[in-house]
């Protein structure tokens, strides 16, 4: 059974970075494709950064040229960098991993931004 958990998340002001963490229960390289994605209060979840097994990235307009995502195989952990966080990134943030014709979730780490 596929486990992933999220942390990292917290309380920032805007202007502030935090740095999400997903671990897996096992390794990340067989999954085709591990993503963040964010529910906001009242919002349908969206996603905000997706990672392939070979690497390549694609970012939510909002996000682009301040969040990155990344991985560590070694540590069988994906990595969200959040810098200059607005109030409107305030979400519950979820990780996420596609194989076997199948997606897996995480439990969410909240995030809110204040101004």
């Known amino acids: 059974q596929v486990q992933l958990v999220e942390s990292g998340g917290g309380l920032v002001q805007a202007g502030e970075s935090l740095r999400l963490s997903c671990a897996a229960s096992g390794s990340i390289f067989r999954f085709d494709t591990m993503g963040w994605y964010r529910q906001a209060p009242g919002k349908e979840r969206e996603l905000v950064a997706g990672?392939?097994?070979?690497?390549?990235?694609n970012y939510a307009d909002s996000v682009k040229g301040r969040f990155t995502i990344s991985r560590d195989n070694a540590k069988n952990t994906v990595y969200l960098q959040m810098n200059s966080l607005k109030p409107e990134d305030t979400a519950v943030y979820y990780c996420n991993a596609q194989g076997w014709g199948s997606s897996y979730w995480g439990q969410g780490t909240q995030v809110t931004v204040s101004s």
């Open positions: 990672i392939t097994r070979g690497g390549s990235t």
